[in-house]
């Protein structure tokens, strides 16, 4: 599972929230954000961002081998 799969199985508010931490991060760097978006998530990154999102009251995210 990558970065942008998990960003697919966020709701929409929080998608944009992240879609405009994106655009600040990688405003002049379109390649690093493609490496960004392509790397991998371990099953323990997905349980600590669950986890988190679990105290937010968002559903959680489900791992995608």
């Known amino acids: 599972m990558n970065r942008f799969d998990l960003l697919k199985q966020t709701n929409t508010d929080l998608a944009a929230r ?3 931490e994106f655009g600040k991060r990688f405003h002049d760097n379109p390649e690093a ?3 960004h978006l ?4 371990t099953e ?3 349980r600590r961002i669950n ?3 679990r105290k ?3 559903r959680p995210i489900v791992f995608i081998p």
């Not at 392509?38 to 998530?41: F, N, T, Y």
């Open 18 to 20: 992240i879609i405009i």
């Open 33 to 35: 954000l493609v490496e």
């Open 38 to 41: 392509e790397s991998k998530i």
């Open 44 to 46: 323990e990154d997905l």
């Open 51 to 53: 986890d988190a999102g």
């Open 56 to 58: 937010e009251g968002l």
